[in-house]
Every structure is written in C-alpha cells, then in structure tokens.
C-alpha cells in the first residue's frame, strides 16, 4: 500500500507541469553551450576561492569578484532566468509533496 501510494506521489510529480516545464528548459539550456561554459567556469572559480578561503589565501576575494561578474552576466540571459523561475516552480511542488509525506509519517507515527 505505501508503495502503490509513494508512486502515486511520484507519478504525480512527474506529470506535473512544473516538472514537465522544467525538464523543457534545462534541456534548452543543455544545448545553450555559452550558458554550459559560463555554469562551469563559475563552479570551477567558486572551488577554487573556496580552497583559497580555506587556506587563508586572499586571493579568493578576486576570484569572488570575477565570480559576480560573470553570474551578472549569466543572470541576464532571458533562458537562464527562465530556468530559475521553472525550478524555483518545480522546487515548491517539491516541498509540497515533502511535507505531504511530513504529515502522513507524523500521523501514523502519532507525533
């Protein structure tokens, strides 16, 4: 019975359009190779001024701004907005099944 109803959930979730909206843009941005090479270099900078922070290098202040630059930069492209409002959607949907899930453990479990 759990079972059967956690898929239910699931399928719920995989049927919604929030989720069916989502998938559609980061496929888009997927084939947006600037959008790619901007997401990666910026995750390659903030590994690296974490590193630096860490070993109390202040190097890692530079990189921060570099950083910004180019997350201003990403924040302007329409698609890349568009991909955060989807996921920011997407991402309620999930906490809403979160807490359905929540209050169904803590009913049954008497809490």
């Known amino acids: 019975m759990i079972e059967s109803s ?3 959930l699931f399928n719920s979730i995989n049927d919604s359009s929030e989720y069916k909206e989502y998938k559609k843009i980061v496929e888009i941005l997927a084939k947006n190779k600037d959008i790619m090479k901007m997401v990666e ?3 390659a900078l ?3 001024a974490t590193n630096l922070e860490y070993l109390g290098d202040d190097r890692y202040k530079d990189i921060d701004k570099e950083i910004e630059e180019k997350m201003q930069i ?3 492209n329409k698609d890349y907005q568009e991909y955060l409002e989807k996921l920011k959607s997407f991402n309620k949907v ?3 099944s979160s ?3 929540e209050e169904y453990v803590d009913e049954k479990v008497g809490m």
């Open 6 to 8: 956690i898929e239910e």
């Open 41 to 43: 270099e910026i995750k």
């Open 46 to 48: 903030q590994k690296e």
């Open 74 to 76: 990403l924040n302007s």
């Open 94 to 96: 999930l906490l809403a």
């Open 99 to 101: 807490s359905m899930i």
